[in-house]
């Protein structure tokens, strides 16, 4: 085919020798063993293989052109083993000058192919999971192209669906055997979205079975490709002006990228050529999502593999257009829907009934996909990087996915299922009284004020803050934004978006932190350092004093941004006083400048600094000299002061942060801090967890900042406590030799009536 080829118009012939051939009556093996002979025709290679996927995970020689014909349902391979298993494993080409020289090479001498040396191999894929291998040889070690490896995708694709829809294998062959499937399961993944929810699962379909994939007439299927194509536009514009989905925050943005992904020509062009190679309009749709696909796995920038999403989805949305089929209309979804995917995107977990949607799982995801923000808005609790998910769980099981630990409960048995119901009810009931009781101060028995304030990263955390009775956001991440924008946001898109934050937050102040990026916190645009250890590595104020433009710019749009108002900043990692002082000089620098150029100042400036690097400890007094406040960021603190890595879930059970070392430390920082004047507030993960919270009170710490879903909760313990004899007793506790203290403190709080 390649030298007939160039691009996938020279297949269009071969395409229509396959389905004539096909449509043929007559033995499936002549057929196959004609099939394999037409393409190595095609592909000028002396062996054209066809392998299939057997129950067991094993790949079976099914027909072969240029192998030894005894070969034939002989040659077995499982997943994995030889190259042929692995194009089945990994799901992905592979292309060979010299395949015996690949490590994974399995010589089996009844096919007598120790005399090819070049091999081009593609996996059959039919509903995403791999049904066999298509693979070619040539004697010479020669090099495959881009197009012939196009023209061999294309054509492996259209064998798939006869393959797969001949009856050739069964329809448990292939899958995924799970001897446990019936059994209870726990998966591990990542929190998306809190809260709890259960329910019946229902697998995300995409899948459209495609009946015909090459064209009777190109200009035809033209024409439908076209039609559709401005249908979708149509009813996402009608999809995407949803009234819960109004209001503020990155969900309209992100939905708005979305429809304009939609118009994006370069997509249809693609389309297009599809459809010109001789596929009809559906098979070309899903031919460049294919395509797309397996470039996407070597793809690691977030960004652009959130974009891949977005055209994933649209991909499948232009399919039920083609098809007229709407799978999300379907009558026989359950009304307690738990949805598993792989990953979706955000216009189609609109597609779904949001009131009967109670949860949703994805294999894949990250905190800031699209669909996660999506979530965020809509309320609805989320899991992702949730492995193996769609293999183990089954259409109709029994799910409970918790949001709140990040992870699934599978076909759990009835104790636990009673036991997460009512933990739902008992939270519907709490969060109704602790809604009804934002407006009451924050104030211990003994009449001290606690103050409660948010977290923020996206603006759809700010909308939150009025419901959660926030008195303000004591930390911004301004990191956050940045990492679901397409490239560094400029001075004036900057000054826009801390603008929105303030103007949403109101009366109430906003700590907005100076970007912390590097480390775990990846801009898909800032390619940073590959740093050994990079939670101790070029991050943050590090980035901002030794690129000093960047944080500079940041600083003028903050100013612009809080000119006539009040702006709190802060600066992140600061492991030296020197350091606050140098970044400091950065600020009155654009200060001046700012006023300068006749702009308003704040009506109030005030500089913070996060404690998040033991170092800072030791130079407190030089330190509170300078700042006008001070955050300790528990989470980097105990990193360090325990040399334990964050995201290690193996360490993550292994010190408590409720133990004599951070109590000695915390009650000594509060004191200090109290002794110079400076206000001093815990923002990490620490603050937002009522027995922790009781704790910090205890230790003196009186400004507490969590996320906002969070401060309900703690409000309800700080109303219930009394400090008096709370202080005392962590005092006692910091003196102890155990290893944790939290059995005492809860024993303390069930003693003394204290809500936790
Ligand atoms: C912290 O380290 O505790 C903190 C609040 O910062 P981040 O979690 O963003 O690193
Ligand atoms: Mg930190």
Redesign the pocket.
């Known amino acids: 085919m390649a030298p007939q080829a160039g691009g996938w118009g020279g297949s269009r012939r071969l395409l229509r020798q396959l389905r004539d051939l096909m449509q043929s009556g007559g033995l499936w093996q002549d057929r196959l063993d004609s099939l394999v002979r037409l393409i190595a025709d095609a592909m000028v290679a002396e062996v054209c293989s066809l392998y299939v996927m057997r129950a067991g995970e094993v790949l079976e020689l099914f027909a072969t052109q240029g192998l030894r014909r005894e070969a034939v349902h002989r040659t077995r391979l499982r997943v994995g083993e030889g190259i042929v298993g692995e194009i089945a494993s990994t799901g992905r080409p592979l292309s060979l000058q010299d395949a015996q020289q690949h490590p994974n090479f399995a010589y089996r001498p009844e096919t007598g192919e120790e005399i090819f040396h070049s091999m081009l191999g593609v996996p059959l894929l039919r509903d995403r999971r791999v049904i066999g291998v298509l693979a070619v040889q040539n004697k010479t070690r020669r090099a495959y192209g881009e197009d012939e490896l196009e023209a061999l995708e294309t054509v492996a694709m259209v064998l798939a669906e006869m393959v797969g829809g001949a009856g050739l294998i069964g329809e448990e062959e292939g899958r995924h055997t799970d001897s446990l499937a019936t059994l209870p399961a726990r998966l591990a993944g990542v929190t998306l979205n809190e809260g709890i929810g259960m329910g019946t699962a229902v697998p995300h379909e995409r899948g459209i079975v495609i009946k015909q994939i090459v064209a009777e007439d190109i200009d035809v299927e033209l024409h439908r490709l076209e039609s559709s194509l401005s249908e979708m536009q149509e009813s996402l514009d009608d999809l995407l002006q949803r009234q819960e989905l109004s209001g503020d925050g990155e969900h309209v943005e992100v939905l708005e990228t979305y429809r304009m992904f939609a118009e994006d020509r370069g997509w249809a062009e693609r389309l297009r050529e599809a459809v010109r190679s001789g596929l009809t309009a559906e098979a070309a749709v899903q031919r460049v999502l294919t395509d797309m696909r397996q470039r996407m796995t070597k793809v690691r920038d977030p960004y652009i593999r959130e974009r891949y999403s977005d055209l994933e989805d649209l991909g499948n949305r232009l399919l039920h257009h083609l098809t007229g089929n709407d799978s999300t209309a379907r009558d026989d979804l359950p009304d307690d829907l738990v949805l598993v995917a792989r990953n979706l995107g955000p216009a189609e977990l609109l597609d779904y009934d949001i009131s009967r949607l109670r949860a949703v799982a994805l294999e894949e995801g990250s905190p800031t996909a699209h669909v996660a923000i999506v979530a965020r808005a809509l309320g609805i609790p989320m899991i992702g990087r949730c492995s193996e998910l769609l293999a183990r769980v089954r259409p109709g099981d029994f799910v409970i996915i918790d949001g709140d630990v990040g992870q699934a409960l599978l076909r759990p048995r009835q104790s636990v299922r009673q036991s997460f119901s009512d933990a739902i009810e008992l939270r519907a009931n709490r969060r109704a009284e602790q809604l009804a009781n934002r407006a009451l101060p924050p104030e211990t028995r003994d009449g001290v004020r606690i103050s409660l304030q948010a977290?923020a990263?996206l603006l759809v955390d700010l909308d939150q803050l009025e419901e959660s009775g926030a008195e303000g956001v004591g930390?911004y991440?301004t990191?956050v934004p940045f990492m679901v924008q397409e490239r560094f946001p400029d001075a004036a898109t900057q000054t826009e978006l801390y603008a929105r934050a303030l103007d949403m937050a109101g009366e109430r102040p906003v700590t907005f932190?100076t970007l912390?990026i590097g480390?775990?916190?990846a801009l898909p645009y800032w390619s940073g350092t590959k740093d050994e250890n990079p939670a101790m590595g070029w991050r943050?104020i590090r980035i901002g004093l030794d690129r000093p433009a960047m944080l500079r710019q940041q600083l003028r749009a903050l100013l612009a941004a809080g000119a006539g108002r009040h702006l709190r900043l802060m600066f992140?990692?600061v492991s030296e006083v020197n350091e606050l002082m140098q970044a400091r000089a950065l600020l009155d620098m654009e200060l001046a400048r700012h006023l300068a150029r006749g702009a308003e100042p704040p009506t109030r400036l005030e500089v913070g600094v996060?404690l998040?690097v033991p170092a800072l400890i030791w130079q407190l007094p030089a330190l509170f000299a300078r700042a006008d406040f001070v955050?300790?960021?528990?989470?980097?603190?105990?990193?360090f002061l325990f040399a334990i890595d964050?995201g290690n879930p193996r360490l993550a059970r292994r010190y408590d942060s409720l133990s004599p070392p951070i109590l000695t430390l915390l009650r000594f920082l509060a004191a200090e801090a109290d002794s110079h004047g400076v206000p001093l507030s815990?923002?990490?993960?620490?603050a937002g967890h009522p027995l922790e919270a009781l704790a910090l009170i205890g230790c003196g710490i009186r400004i507490l900042?969590m996320p906002p879903s969070h401060v309900a909760s703690v409000r309800s313990t700080v109303r219930s406590l009394k400090l008096g004899s709370l202080q005392e007793y962590v005092t006692y506790l910091s003196g102890l030799p155990n290893r944790s203290v939290r059995q005492h403190l809860r024993a303390y709080a069930g003693d003394h009536g204290i809500a936790l």
């Open positions: 977290n990263g930390l991440r990191e932190r912390d480390g775990d916190k943050a992140p990692m996060m998040e955050s300790v960021g528990s989470n980097d603190l105990f990193q964050r815990v923002c990490g993960e620490m900042s």
